[in-house]
């Protein structure tokens, strides 16, 4: 009766209100020209390897079909959408917009207490490696947070180029540079400067090193950071990440941006623009993404690309304990018949589907009352019930008051 680890049932309201809450995210990427496109729950493993630079090889579900290929459920789907642009659009050279809704599957340990399973919704840019594309991407970030209802939230932006441009000069090895991704990723002060410390490095180089897990911050904080390093792969993240605050005013979002150079992602096939959304009730982000110009070429057709993706679960969360989730609608009607009504109420029903109306039928036991029926519906989030006892007279009852009136069934059959 249990499921495992990881995974949970949703139903009733909360499977409705995420229903509806995906609904409009994909809506609003729609209204950004994105189309749609579905993917497979589990691909080879190939597709997810290290050399794509997604989640680790142990943390992926992993099974063998009949001819003893290795497969995986997807634990990420920009991989997925790099296949598919480079075997269905492999001579598109002009932007391509794909949108998604689906679940990713992560077996970490490190996620107890969390879904193994979540939902994402996301959008992928190819094909356009303009600032303003990557402002766009950020822009429906935006759009998507306060089209589900979330008024105080921030986008945290980073640019990959700025590490990538000191751990080369310093030159760290490909090992050294992962293990200071992650200590720079999880601000671990004392961890970076231990490693850093241990190599000899020009200060111009080390000093924005050591600071990197504190280089956080407004737009002020980009033109400090800039005193820091002479580095010139540097020093053009930090004026990308200008340009991104100045094209932002054109969709006045630019409110919602602060800065965050110590970002890197968790992922390491970013190349550049890395994002994150934040807001109260959770610790997690809402929603992320960034630029993975390399990625797509993997698969046989360089493109450049920028995506985004909205944690479905984690955005729910935040947004319940912000007592932000809707009222369930209770528009739906019960049509309660006695057994020598069962025509009559086919076709009342019928004449209310037709109206495109939400109707349920039910037939009477005799062992039941009318107050179990409203009882019923209540806990089923019925608005009302229409009783058909008499062939031609209808009980109208409201579930949440218990009111009862009566009326000729002429009225409801046009």
């Known amino acids: 009766m249990h499921t495992p680890e990881g995974v949970r049932d949703i139903y009733n309201s909360e499977c409705e209100r995420k229903r509806k809450l995906t609904k409009r995210l994909l809506h609003t990427m729609h209204h950004y020209g994105f189309q749609d496109i579905e993917t497979p729950s589990f691909e080879f493993f190939d597709i997810f390897s290290k050399k794509r630079g997604t989640v680790a090889s142990r943390d992926m579900y992993k099974f063998f079909d009949r001819e003893g290929n290795t497969l995986v459920l997807r ?3 920009t991989p997925q959408i790099a296949r598919c642009a480079a075997k269905y659009f492999k001579e598109e050279t002009l932007p391509i917009r ?25 959008a992928e840019l190819l094909e356009d490696a303009s600032p303003e594309a990557d402002v766009e991407m950020i822009a429906l970030t935006v759009e998507c947070l306060l089209t589900a ?30 293990a200071l991704r992650l200590l720079i990723e999880d601000k671990n002060i004392f961890g970076v400067e231990e490693m850093v410390s241990g190599k000899t490095i020009d200060p111009m180089v080390k000093e924005p090193l050591l600071k990197m897990p504190e280089l956080f911050g407004s737009v002020q904080m980009l033109e400090e950071a800039k005193q820091l390093t002479t580095n010139a792969r540097a020093l053009s993240a930090i004026r ?89 609608d209770s528009d739906r009607t019960l ?17 209310f589907r037709k109206d495109g109306m939400d109707v349920a039928l039910l037939k009477k036991a005799d062992d039941r009352t009318t107050e179990d ?42």
């Open 75 to 77: 634990p990420d789907m």
């Open 149 to 178: 209802g979330v008024k105080e939230f921030q986008v945290e932006v980073g640019q990959a180029d700025f590490f990538r441009g000191l751990v080369e000069e310093a030159g760290f090895d490909e090992e050294e540079i992962e």
């Open 98 to 122: 794909l949108c998604y809704q689906g679940s990713t599957f992560v077996n970490n340990e490190s996620f107890q207490g969390k879904l193994k399973e979540s939902t994402q919704i996301g």
């Open 240 to 328: 990308q990440l200008e340009q991104i605050y100045e094209l932002m005013k054109a969709y006045g979002y630019e409110n919602y941006l602060t800065f965050d150079l110590g970002m890197l992602g968790k992922y390491n096939y970013y190349t550049g623009i890395i994002f994150r959304a934040f807001t109260y009730g959770t610790g997690d982000a809402v929603a992320a993404g960034g630029r993975y110009d390399n990625l797509v070429g993997q698969f046989g057709k360089d493109a450049p690309a920028i995506g985004l993706c909205v944690y479905v679960d984690q955005l729910l969360n935040a947004m319940a304990r912000q007592k932000l989730l809707e009222e369930t």
């Open 373 to 414: 029926y409203i009882a019923y519906a209540n806990r089923s989030h019925i608005g009302g019930i229409l009783y058909l006892e008499q062939p031609d007279e209808v009980q109208v009852i409201e579930a949440a008051s218990g009111n009862i009136s009566r009326a000729k069934l002429s009225a409801f059959m046009g």
């Open 335 to 351: 049509v309660l018949y006695q057994e020598s009504c069962y025509l009559t109420a086919v076709r009342l029903a019928a004449n």
